[in-house]
């Protein structure tokens, strides 16, 4: 047996092979909040109050909500839910991220079927946009091998796209290009008959929407995604609500960008081989599931010039999904 | 032979002379070199040729606990099952990678 995990800033996500011909996937929601009791009969109400909720009790007595429950409860709270990773990479904002992650994939990720089953998760490829000291991919593998190895897998690590590119261009012969759409990164890769060719990233997608509408709207960014999530808007289009609208505006901004990114990237770069057939684009992650996102990309593409011919621009078939599948398929290959 | 053509012998042999023990001194000499103090103008200075020697900065990574975090309330994540021969592409994509 097998397992694929895709650790993502917003998601994670479980894939395994159910019985014959299904796989299951678990989906939990890479958030969490922390409610602080001041008082015994404080602390007696909180946890009344979260009963039928995902949380776990802290030694100091806090209460730690985690998952959709985390966003609800902060939303609830006109305040923003944490996150224990942050573009991609386990969070060094948050003080607890660390712990509550490890928490977090412990339980999502539950034992092995047996000693040392193969486990492969994603990790993000090096920004091109940012040269960070915080956004240290080494450090946020070695804190997943080591707590998945203490769990006793067998785990290794994937880029996130070219995990994509497994699950999403098989009847193209593996070649073509994938862009994940996560909520901290965009992340791309290049494949020539499943061999990545070019991988690289860009540190901004849907967490950078959520914060400029906010700050244009002067709301939490939980209640922009909240909004974004629910609500009906289409990418670069009006709409009546201000907060859509500004998300949609922010949209519209962001595919352009990283379309001028992926141009800069790619254009005159030495590992791009001649490619002898247009290439088939696909796109995934959450970020990308929003109305008119791939008409737009596919529009922006062209528009800004990008260097390599293109066949078309389609969605994966389960975006949420797809990557999750791509580590499983590396899984069960390993 | 006139006197002429015997001193031309002469400074030719002289000369051949000169060039063979320059030959011979380059090529059996001591080799002389000091790389660290090269020399170079004020304005184009001559960079020292630096040995490559880098400390493994790597990030250790501590022991994370989370023994103290007492789970309450439900299970973590909601389970999606769908209909999907995995197997099928793994075998696919494990056999592209044999053939190469």
Redesign the interface.
Same mark, same amino acid.
């Given at each position: 047996m097998a397992k694929g995990l895709d650790v993502g800033t917003s998601f @994670?996500v /479980?894939?395994e092979?159910?019985s014959k011909?299904?796989?299951?996937?678990? *989906?939990?929601r890479d958030a969490f909040y922390v409610i602080k009791p001041t008082t015994p009969i404080a602390t007696k109400m909180i946890?009344k109050g %979260?009963?039928?909720?995902?949380?776990?009790? &802290?030694?100091d007595g806090s209460? @730690?909500i %985690?998952?959709k =429950?985390a966003i609800e409860k902060a939303v609830e709270r006109n305040d923003s839910a944490k996150r224990p990773m942050y573009k991609g990479v386990v969070s060094s904002k948050e003080k607890d991220a660390?712990?509550i992650l490890?928490?977090?994939l412990?339980?999502?990720s539950g034992k092995p079927s047996e000693p040392g089953e193969k486990l492969v998760f994603c990790i993000p490829a090096q920004p091109v946009d940012q040269e960070d000291d915080d956004f &240290?991919v080494?450090?946020h593998e *070695?804190?997943i091998i080591? /707590?998945l190895t203490e769990v006793g897998y067998s785990a290794r690590a994937i880029n996130e796209a070219e995990a994509l590119c497994?699950?999403e261009l098989?009847k193209d *012969?593996?070649t073509g290009v994938a862009l994940s759409w996560g909520a901290g990164m965009v992340n791309v890769c290049v494949m020539l008959?499943?061999?990545p060719v070019v991988t690289f990233s860009t540190t901004k997608s849907g967490d950078w929407v959520d914060r400029m509408a906010a700050v244009a709207t002067g709301e939490a960014d939980s209640i922009v995604q909240a909004e974004k999530e629910q609500g009906d808007f289409t990418v670069g289009e009006p709409n009546d609500n201000q907060v859509l609208a500004a998300v949609a505006s922010y949209y519209d901004r962001l595919i352009d960008y990283t379309t001028k990114q992926l141009t800069a990237a790619m254009d005159g770069h030495k590992s791009i081989p001649k490619f002898k057939d247009p290439l088939p684009i696909v796109v995934a992650g959450g970020t990308s599931k929003a109305k008119g996102f791939v008409d737009l990309f596919a529009t922006k593409l062209e528009a800004n010039g990008f260097p390599l011919p293109v066949k078309e621009v389609r969605h994966a078939a =389960?975006p949420l999904?797809a990557v999750a599948?791509g580590c %499983?398929?590396a899984a069960?290959?390993m | 032979m006139n006197d002429i053509t015997i001193f031309s012998i002469q400074v030719l042999l002289y000369v051949t002379a000169f060039g063979l023990g320059f030959v011979i001194g380059k090529i059996t000499g001591p080799k002389i070199s000091d790389p660290i103090d090269a020399k170079g103008s004020f304005f184009k200075p001559v960079q020292r040729q630096k040995k490559v020697v880098e400390i493994d900065e790597k990030k250790f990574v501590t022991d994370i606990t989370t023994d103290r975090l007492i789970k309450k309330g439900g299970e973590l994540g909601t389970q999606v099952i769908v209909n999907d021969d995995v197997g099928a592409s793994a075998s696919k994509l494990a056999q592209l990678k044999k053939n190469k």
């Open positions: @994670i /479980l894939a092979e159910g011909g299904k796989v299951v996937y678990k *989906d939990f946890e %979260l009963a039928g909720k995902t949380f776990v009790k &802290d030694e209460f @730690i %985690l998952g =429950d660390r712990r490890t928490y977090i412990k339980e999502v &240290d080494g450090y *070695d804190v080591k /707590l497994y699950s098989e *012969d593996y008959n499943g061999e =389960d999904h599948r %499983l398929i069960q290959i | -």
